[in-house]
């Protein structure tokens, strides 16, 4: 015997299927995110080459370096240069940083080490 509604089930669940693909999914930053261990907090700043200074420490860029913006977008290398703010950094075992997330002006990330800090009169 054949249900007569099957039909317009299906639609129904395909129709469910794209409205759900079309909704915004959570942002990927939760003001409680949490960060791969090892990760450290500072103010970052992109010189030319690219080069990075977190705390006005100089740290060397891994081949692989990614960065994420604000918008959690990934910022080509070309762009780096004069990219500064806030951000949370991962090194490897080699002391390269490879990972890089921009965060917003003013955003401190709980349970994250603060990184070394050689500035003489500006604290982060």
């Excluded at 509604?5 to 915004?24: K, Q």
């Excluded at 490879?98 to 003489?120: I, K, R, S, T």
Aim: include cysteine.
């Amino acid at each position: 015997m054949r249900v007569p509604c099957l039909p317009p089930l299906r639609r129904f669940l395909s129709a469910a299927a794209v409205v759900a693909g079309c909704l915004p999914l959570p942002a990927q930053a939760q003001p409680g995110q949490a960060y791969p261990m090892g990760s450290q907090f500072g103010y970052a700043s992109f010189g030319p080459g690219p080069s990075l200074q977190v705390n006005c420490v100089p740290y060397p860029l891994g081949p692989g370096l990614r960065v994420q913006s604000t918008q959690h977008l990934l910022v080509l290398r070309g762009q780096l240069p004069g990219l500064s703010g806030p951000a949370v950094f991962l090194r490897d075992a080699m002391g390269n940083v490879f990972e890089v997330w921009m965060l917003a002006p003013g955003q401190v990330p709980a349970g994250v080490a603060q990184a070394a800090n050689q500035c003489l009169f500006r604290h982060f």
